[in-house]
């Protein structure tokens, strides 16, 4: 009985039918108390139907009943990392690779985790493992360039993504990734190949998504505007109408956030009196991680990346069964949240990163959205958010393409959705400031541009920090930068980023109408 349950289970797991993989491993679990084999595939399953707390649990056990399983820990790891428990999934990471792994599909698995940990040196050497196990599979080829960009090597990036696209002209984000690789010049260019293989699958998601995008980066290079316009807004088409009702959704947040958090004067201190953390917060795409380069070469503070464990505590903390920003319950959440007990988690979560230096970043710019949550359960953590010029802001939100299972971007598919997006940012903002006032500092990216060393004096103030002259160096800043764009970011700062938008100020007409009906200034 328990074998043909367990052929079944294989069969099922093999074709990917996660349902009844969930199904038959509950059934074949009794049966089968020692055996790891169970608990594994229903872990792989519940992950794969983002099911994330059972899945851990499922693969915590298998690991556990078979500790020489690389793979086995491996997925555990992802899971993990998937939650935003990333210290943790770092640890059994590297206990995996203790194991000396000897196939790439695992390999593949760790090296991903390490970068969603930022471990971009350790992802490099597994990925490099991986290549060459598997010279031949693309998307090891594409990972080993994902690793190389992140530790500023982009000949190297180049010369992998021009051979996975050669191994496999369908790997379209391998396209989206050369064409942001590096500013492209007339003489130099992507644009006769994109376009053929444009026309080639014009039925292709991903093609018209990816090569879209690819070509408007590199006609903007190339200083042709409306053709470039017009293919970001061929590219974000594709996945407008599977995000439809966002901008409602995205308002409901704001609401529930503003209704949490009402102005009360002389809320006592009562989280953790702990100011190792500094929190990086602001619009995606408004020089946050320019900012960080900055701060962070600065001897008393590290960068520790964009964290998810403020996000990943909160909603294990909260006891809610949905994503708790969307809870109907919020306000309610908030008035008996235990500040303290959240404040301790999270700190301990990241205590390998305050090990570096008296100061850490955590430059999640989503964290705009728990910086009450921030504010009450570590007092003495500084916040510093990054404004931009709003169409500056919105176009750049709109341009990029962010990570897609992520449901913090759904707006940037539609810019007018983008537009009402940031209408609910500096609403929320402008909240804060009176909920909490003095405890978050507002830094503009063009006074950072243009007066860098007098905004970045005002910001060490804030953070009663003594001035550094490396702070005036970012290009110097030797750790990885995990942005699709690494090659601004270590270049010193520069202004031709400024005032973008009037490249495009015909096609942002609808969007300066939006800001003007909802009473956000625009000047340049």
């Known amino acids: 009985m328990s074998a043909d349950l367990q052929a079944r289970l294989i069969h099922a797991f093999n074709r990917n039918d996660w349902p009844v993989v969930q199904k038959l491993a509950v059934q074949l679990l009794p049966l089968a108390p020692g055996q790891a084999m169970a608990p594994f595939m229903a872990g792989v399953a519940h992950m794969q139907l983002q099911q994330l707390e059972q899945a851990a649990g499922f693969l915590e056990q298998a690991m556990q009943l078979e500790p020489s399983r690389a793979d086995f820990a491996a997925q555990y790891a992802k899971a993990l990392a998937l939650m935003g428990r990333m210290s943790e999934a770092r640890r059994i990471a590297d ?64 010369r992998e993504l021009e051979h996975c696209v050669r191994l496999e002209p369908r790997h379209w984000i391998a396209h989206w990734r050369l064409a942001s690789l590096r500013r492209q010049a007339a003489e130099r260019n992507h644009i006769e190949r994109l376009r053929g293989l444009l026309a080639r699958y014009p039925a292709d998601p991903g093609a018209q998504l990816y090569l879209n995008l690819a070509l408007a980066k590199e006609y903007e290079d190339l200083g042709d505007y409306p053709v470039a316009f017009e293919h970001y807004c061929r590219g974000k088409q594709v996945g407008r109408e599977s995000r439809r009702g966002t901008a409602q959704r995205d308002a409901g947040i704001i609401e529930r956030l503003v209704q949490s958090f009402p102005a009360i004067s002389g809320l006592p201190a009562s989280g953790v009196q702990d100011s190792a953390p500094i929190f990086i917060i602001g619009m995606p795409r408004t020089g946050t991680t320019l900012l960080d380069r900055i701060l962070s070469s600065h001897p008393q503070v590290h960068s520790a990346g964009e964290l998810r464990e403020f996000p990943s505590t909160l909603q294990r903390l909260s006891g809610s069964r949905m994503p708790v920003l969307m809870d109907p319950q919020l306000p309610s959440l908030v008035r008996a949240m235990d500040w303290r007990l959240l404040g301790e988690t999270y700190l301990a979560a990241t ?34 958010c990054l404004r931009r010029n709003p169409l500056d802001t919105c176009l750049g939100n709109f341009r ?14 539609d810019l007018l959705d983008t537009g009402r997006y940031y209408a609910g940012f500096d609403r929320l903002m402008a909240h804060w400031q009176r909920v909490f006032p003095g ?38 800043n030797a750790a990885p930068v995990n942005t699709p764009n690494a090659w601004q970011v270590r270049a010193p700062v520069y202004r031709s980023a400024l005032g973008r938008w009037k490249h495009y100020e015909t096609q942002l007409s609808p969007l300066r109408d939006l800001f003007a009906s909802s009473g956000i200034d625009v000047a340049a």
């Not at 390490?114 to 990925?127: D, K, P």
């Not at 990029?400 to 598919?413: G, K, V």
Request: glycine share 2%.
């Open 95 to 158: 206990c995996a690779l203790a194991l000396s792994p000897a196939d790439p599909f695992t390999l593949d698995t760790l090296g991903v985790v390490y970068i969603e940990t930022h471990m971009h040196e350790r992802a490099l050497q597994v990925f490099r493992r991986e290549v060459a196990m598997a010279p031949d599979r693309p998307l090891a080829r594409f990972n080993l360039a994902y690793a190389h960009i992140a530790m500023g090597d982009d000949d190297a990036a180049e």
């Open 351 to 384: 205590r390998e990163h305050a090990q570096h230096a008296p100061h850490f970043i955590d430059k999640l710019p989503h964290n705009f959205l728990y910086a009450g949550f921030i504010a009450r359960a570590l007092p003495n953590a500084k916040i510093v």
């Open 400 to 413: 990029h393409l962010f990570e897609q299972q992520s449901s913090y971007y759904a707006y940037s598919f």
């Open 439 to 476: 405890r978050i500092f507002e830094l503009h990216y063009e006074s950072l541009v243009d007066s860098q060393e007098s905004a970045t004096r005002q910001l060490l103030d804030f953070l009663g920090l003594p001035w550094n002259d490396a702070c005036m160096q970012s290009e110097r």
